[in-house]
């Protein structure tokens, strides 16, 4: 079982950054693909960004590109999103999740975080 802890979160302004961390329990944490997906009230869970097990590959969505950045340090068992230029359809609950493979669908993740709050006041 790999726990994830997510923090960073918080109200920012149109155009503020945040930076959003994922620390996993386990040692064979760098075994996992990792990903970001966020939900708003009323809507479903969407993609937001992938990186491969070791790092050299990423993957974001055309609403975040340019926007927003994923990274690891597996020395540190971190995830990070780097979020700039923050809209207010950015707010949502963003969530961590890892598993084997890097993919866009929230199901091929079996282990995920509690979620951290990202809102941005116009």
């Known amino acids: 079982q790999v726990r994830l802890v997510e923090s960073g979160g918080g109200l920012v302004q149109t155009g503020d950054s945040l930076r959003l961390s994922c620390t996993g329990s386990e040692r064979t944490f760098s075994f996992f693909a990792a990903a970001w997906f966020r939900q708003a009230p009323g809507k479903d869970r969407e993609f937001v960004a992938s990186i491969s097990r070791s790092g050299d590959i990423t993957d974001h969505p055309d609403s975040v590109k340019g926007r927003f950045t994923i990274s690891r340090d597996n020395a540190k068992n971190t995830v990070y999103l780097q979020m700039n230029t923050l809209k207010p359809e950015d707010t949502g609950i963003y969530y961590c999740?890892?598993?084997?493979?890097?993919?866009?669908?929230?199901?091929?993740?079996?282990?995920w975080g509690q979620g951290t709050q990202v809102t941005v006041s116009s």
């Open positions: 999740a890892v598993g084997l493979l890097a993919r866009v669908t929230p199901n091929e993740y079996p282990y």
